[in-house]
């Protein structure tokens, strides 16, 4: 069950735990924490959504009318439908299970009190009545009250939208769900599972992150546009079909034709596969996505908030210089600093850094710790007959420094040190007002490797960068301008601005921002976001929840704390910041070639729309029959599609998700409706045939079509180029070999090439005039 354990000092906890007897009882009779709600959706749920949507379910209701007539070969869109419904639920499943695998790498393991050990557990191994041991940064997986601590704060905004952090004793509550956000406890588990205070919230009363997906958007916008449009015009093309011929058997057809071609399938089912394979493509990388709508909310970020420690620096950090005040050696600097780190026994990388460098504890007895915060930027204990001991920063430390040493702090920052004061008082913690400097202790961090290229990427594409830091600003500007971040000197002190101040302002005048406090932060993020940016913001820390959750798109580390891995939308699992630009470039590439080849769907439904209006009207039977589709829908939609959704893409979002898709659907609609008139009319004049209509109809359909798909695949490699060739060749091979089997007569015959070769001639330049038009309207 456990990890390796550690033997637990009896003086810090009277209590021994659950034994392994006790454990196994809990367990059989169900008294055990549940397991985390999985990121992804059950196998069946996938089957489901793939198979019972509303255009399969018309898909079927037509297939049954057309079975009534006996045309069997007009059932072929079937197999289109099938095919698309099959491939989105295989990819779709392909992606659960990778995000699944990745998923148990990120889970938080929870440490527990058993038989006076502390083991390492699965969250759903915790049972009722264990002995939770909680620090800095874990999430309470339990509800239950403190036993014992020497000081703990959490935050509970998850649950109440509380931002402040809350002070807990012993005897208070702690409820699952909060994030401890400075200090330890022991905690007992009185109420595991669906028992506990956060399985009983709503998502609602969680308040958890709604991911914005302009381009499903902009799809359910179709859709729903489609619902009430297609049945209706449906019916009327049927009722109207009927009236003017009396034949049952055409009417069924030529309306299943038009509903056939009205519905865009395969474009709802083409963007979740591209988000599938986006996921899986991360996935390779190292990268969790949690919510696959985040990945084309990044694609549109143009504003990246980051925090200095382990993002620009690798986070590894390391005392340079001890430097204690003339009257103090440094000797007892070091005794003192050992003392508050090793009682403390905080977990934060500054406490491991000062840990690693002053190993030897000393006999001090304490009477009081308060544990570092971010918000309070410092740590102090009270030792009995030895006053109290502060370290951490020395501007939120000292009230007033002499001019010399405030220098002396500056100069240090801004070579990039990390500066800690140690301080003494015989004042208690909660109210100390004037204490006495010991000495200084400078900490250094190193620059990531790739940070420089990775901070050029973002500029080129037009992703400015932000440092949001509780850093001293000076140091935080000098590790900026090291990694060549834009503006890198422009930075400022937040500790000294005040809660009126037009964050807006500051954003525009800075990129720097230093002794930034947790709701300054989400503060910083708001403003960025009314002013219409897209804001990425990562983290690594508790102190960092605040501003992801505000954030349009979050990223956390691996190696940070619960908190942040629970709130983010991408975990990125090897720690590593140039993960960024995969990220990026992924989300990019799967909008831009959805925006690409959705303008491919909506040419069908657009025309197909128009047509029907106009053949309620007319008196002649609707253009198309149901199989005549089938050609053109594959070989210039659904192949094409799905091997230009996978074409590399990296450009900037421009968004305008529906302006796009109209510039090229609507032109090449509106030639087909054209050329249909053109060729109903010449046909009605020379007395031809419907088969011979109908034939041209569908050459010269498939033509503007393959116009319009080499508008969207331009400009394309040899191999989409192949493609496109390979595709047209089938095309014109229907014609020469499989006329029969699609209702299409032979084109070998003079009379009809000479209506055709002149329309296909004239094809392309009205395609590109009609398109230009357009354009300049919208």
Not at 156 to 179: A, C, H, R, Y
Not at 522 to 534: D, N, W, Y
Request: aromatic content about 8%.
């Amino acid at each position: 069950m456990g990890q390796e354990s550690q033997k637990l000092n009896d003086s810090l906890h009277p209590v021994a735990g659950l034994t392994e007897q006790e454990v196994k009882e809990r367990i059989d009779t169900g008294r055990q924490n549940h397991s985390l709600k999985p990121l992804t959706r059950s196998i069946s749920r996938i089957f489901s959504d793939n198979t019972l949507t509303l255009f399969n379910l018309l898909n079927i209701f037509i297939a049954c009318f057309i079975i009534y007539t006996g045309s069997y070969k007009n059932l072929l869109f079937l197999g289109v439908a099938i095919c698309n419904t099959t491939m989105g639920i295989y990819q779709e499943i392909r992606a659960k299970r990778r995000i699944d695998k990745l998923t148990i790498l990120t889970q938080a393991k929870i440490h527990v009190l058993r038989e006076r050990k502390i083991i390492e557990i699965e969250q759903e191994q915790l049972v009722e009545n264990d002995v939770m041991f909680v620090s800095r940064g874990e999430q309470v997986c339990a509800d239950g009250p403190v036993l014992a601590t020497s000081g703990i704060e959490v935050d509970e905004s998850q649950l109440t939208g509380e931002s402040d952090p809350i002070v807990k004793n012993v005897g208070d509550e702690l409820m699952s769900g909060s994030f401890v956000v400075s200090g330890h406890a022991y905690v007992e588990a009185v109420a595991v599972g669906e028992a506990s205070f956060v399985s009983k919230l709503s998502l609602e009363a969680k308040q958890e992150k709604t991911a914005y997906s302009e381009l499903l958007r902009s799809l359910k916008t179709i859709i729903k546009i489609l619902t009430f449009v297609i049945i209706p015009l449906g019916t009327i093309l049927f009722i109207s079909q009927m009236t003017k011929s009396g034949d049952l058997n055409a009417s069924i057809l030529g309306t299943a034709a038009a509903v056939i071609g009205m519905i865009p399938e395969g474009l709802v089912l083409l963007t979740s596969i591209a988000l599938a394979v986006g996921v899986m493509n991360l996935a390779r990388r190292r990268v969790l996505v949690k919510t696959m709508p985040a990945i084309e909310t990044l694609a549109r970020v143009d504003v990246l908030c980051l925090d200095k420690t382990g993002t620009i620096t690798n986070g590894e950090l390391h005392v340079t210089d001890i430097l204690p005040e003339s009257d103090y050696t440094e000797a007892e600097l070091s005794e003192a600093v050992s003392a508050i780190v090793h009682n403390l026994n905080d977990n934060n990388s500054t406490s491991l850094a000062l840990k690693a460098t002053f190993t030897d504890q000393p006999d001090w007895t304490h009477s009081q710790m308060m544990p570092f915060s971010s918000a309070r930027k410092w740590s102090g204990v009270t030792f009995q007959d030895r006053g109290s001991y502060i370290i951490g920063a020395p501007e939120f430390i000292f009230k007033d420094l002499p001019e010399a040493k405030k220098t002396e702090i500056d100069r240090y920052a801004e070579k990039g040190y990390r500066t800690l004061s140690l301080a003494k008082t015989l004042e208690p913690l909660e109210s100390f007002t004037n204490p006495e400097l010991i000495g200084i202790i400078l900490i250094a961090d190193e620059l990531r490797k790739e940070a420089k290229e990775t901070f050029r990427y973002f500029k080129e594409q037009g992703v400015s960068i932000r440092v949001i830091s509780g850093d001293n600003p000076a140091t935080v500007a000098n590790v900026a301008q090291q990694a060549e971040i834009e503006n890198g000197e422009q930075y400022i002190d937040m500790s000294k601005v005040s809660e009126e101040a037009d964050f807006v302002a500051l954003t525009k005048s800075y990129t720097v921002f230093g002794r930034v406090s947790p709701y300054q932060k989400k503060r910083l993020i708001e403003a960025f976001q009314s002013e219409g940016h897209t804001v990425a913001m990562t983290g690594d820390g508790v102190n960092d929840v605040l501003a992801l959750k505000q954030s349009n798109c979050s990223i956390a580390m691996a190696e940070g704390s619960d908190a942040t891995r629970s709130v983010a939308d991408f975990v990125l699992l090897n720690n590593n910041f140039d993960s960024m630009i995969g990220v990026l470039n992924e989300g990019r590439r799967v909008i831009n070639n959805i925006e690409r080849v959705a303008s491919l769907y909506l040419i069908k439904t657009i025309y197909s729309i128009i047509l029907t209006l106009i053949f309620i009207f007319v008196n002649n039977a609707y253009p198309f029959q149901p199989i005549q589709l089938s050609p053109i829908s594959a070989l210039t939609v659904g192949i094409p599609s799905f091997f230009l959704a996978l074409k590399p893409n990296y450009k900037r979002i421009q968004g305008q998700f529906l302006k796009k898709v109209i510039q090229t659907s609507l032109p090449a609609a509106l030639c087909v409706v054209m050329y249909i008139i053109v060729i109903l009319l010449i046909g009605n004049f020379w007395n031809l045939k419907s088969a011979e209509v109908s034939t041209m109809n569908v050459l010269l359909t498939g033509v503007i079509c393959f116009t319009a798909l080499v508008t969207v695949a331009w400009p394309f490699d040899y191999r989409i180029g192949l493609m496109i060739t390979l595709l047209l060749s089938a095309f014109v091979m229907v014609f020469l070999f499989a006329g029969g089997i699609f209702s299409l007569v032979s084109l070998f015959n003079m009379k009809l090439a000479v209506i055709y070769i002149p329309l296909i001639l004239t094809v392309k330049p009205l395609f590109y005039s009609l398109r230009t038009l357009i354009m300049k309207f919208i």
